[in-house]
């Protein structure tokens, strides 16, 4: 598929070593999204004096600060992007910390491609907009209107249930329900066009212990069950 530029969504990755810094760029380039690269706390700052973006992506120790500093000093000038932060500490007082700085998510390095493309689309605004993909529900579902609002009522009624058997199995370490319920769900999610909440599935799937991929699914169930059933136009 083909995107104008117009149409890729600008992604500012503050990123002081070369390697991850250039792996991350290419990952996000090839959502399609734009990257664009600061070093340190003072490049990104400049960066965002005379360009607006969709989406921040910080370390969270960079060699002039970190970054919930820096996320302060644009929320203090008015700079409302979403922001995640990114590091490869396990440490949960930290992950808490930045949470409270407001990030929107913590992700743990080293990321994969398919952890990272998930992130990015569960924060950036076009993936925000579209919890229901109606499209891919009527192709998985013959193009039948009915069959599609009939299956979401029941996805939707049995998804409370699902959520808490994925959090007792995720909190008890049970791997082996974990995963079952997770492919349960994603192929649910396929069937009536959950975009949203198919994106969180694949990023807890591709990271079964991580505690972050885990309330990001949370929160997408929340959101989807707050929202009105779609119809399919």
Request: hydrophobic share 50%; glycine share 6%.
């Amino acid at each position: 598929m083909n995107h104008s530029p117009a149409d890729i969504p600008r992604l500012l990755l503050v990123e002081d070593d070369p390697t991850s810094a250039a792996f991350l760029a290419a990952a996000a380039a090839a959502l399609p999204a734009l990257p664009v690269t600061a070093t340190s706390l003072a490049d990104a700052e400049r960066v965002c004096l005379d360009q607006a973006f969709d989406l921040f992506l910080f370390d969270a120790n960079l060699p002039d600060g970190r970054g919930e500093d820096l996320l302060r000093t644009l929320r203090e000038r008015g700079i409302g992007t979403a922001a995640l932060a990114h590091t490869a500490d396990l440490d949960a007082d930290m992950h808490a910390r930045l949470l409270a700085a407001g990030f929107a998510e913590v992700l743990r390095k080293p990321l994969g491609m398919h952890a990272f493309h998930a992130a990015l689309r569960r924060h950036l605004p076009d993936a925000a907009a579209r919890p229901w993909d109606d499209a891919a529900a009527l192709a998985a579902l013959g193009g039948q209107h009915a069959h599609v609002q009939a299956l979401r009522k029941l996805f939707l009624a049995e998804l409370p249930q699902q959520r808490d058997r994925i959090v007792h199995a995720a909190t008890h370490a049970d791997i082996s329900a974990l995963r079952a319920e997770l492919h349960k769900l994603s192929a649910g999610c396929g069937f009536v066009g959950a975009a949203r909440l198919g994106i969180a599935v694949q990023a807890l799937q591709a990271a079964l212990t991580d505690r972050t991929a885990l309330y990001a699914l949370e929160r997408a169930v929340d959101e989807i069950l707050a929202a009105r059933p779609a119809a399919p136009p």
